[in-house]
């Protein structure tokens, strides 16, 4: 069966800097876009970076773009995000999604998206 496995999550001060990595298998790693999501206490699961089944392009929510980075090795069946400049308002459960679009834009609608990690959480004190 299809399995995303999140894994970097932790405490960090505001600032500074984490690495979210999402295995996946069961699946064509490269017949999928994916995309990271957060969701916060109280709040709806939202939409953070996506990336084509190849690389060639991503897609940001306004909120991370410039401090975050979505990148995949398809030779490891693994996606990544890099959260640079940590903010409190950045505190939630970080989840890896799979959609099976090989299209050349990336969704963001997170009801396009197959399969689900179970989350990873990111906590930052300020």
């Known amino acids: 069966q299809v399995q995303l496995v999140e894994s970097g999550g932790g405490l960090v001060q505001a600032g500074g800097s984490l690495r979210l990595s999402c295995a996946a298998s069961?699946?064509?790693?490269?017949?999928?876009?994916m995309g990271w999501f957060r969701q916060a206490p109280g709040k709806e699961r939202d939409f953070i970076a996506a990336?084509?089944?190849?690389?060639?392009?991503?897609r940001y929510a306004d909120s991370v773009k410039g401090r975050f980075t979505i990148s995949r090795d398809n030779a490891k069946n693994t996606v990544y995000l890099k959260m640079n400049s940590l903010k409190p308002d950045d505190m939630a459960v970080y989840y890896c999604?799979?959609?099976?679009?090989?299209?050349?834009?990336?969704?963001?609608?997170?009801?396009?998206?197959?399969?689900w990690g179970q989350g990873t959480q990111v906590t930052v004190s300020s």
């Open positions: 069961g699946l064509t790693f490269t017949g999928y876009a």
């Open positions: 990336i084509t089944w190849n690389g060639a392009n991503t």
């Open positions: 999604a799979a959609d099976n679009n090989i299209g050349v834009v990336p969704g963001t609608n997170r009801h396009d998206y197959n399969y």
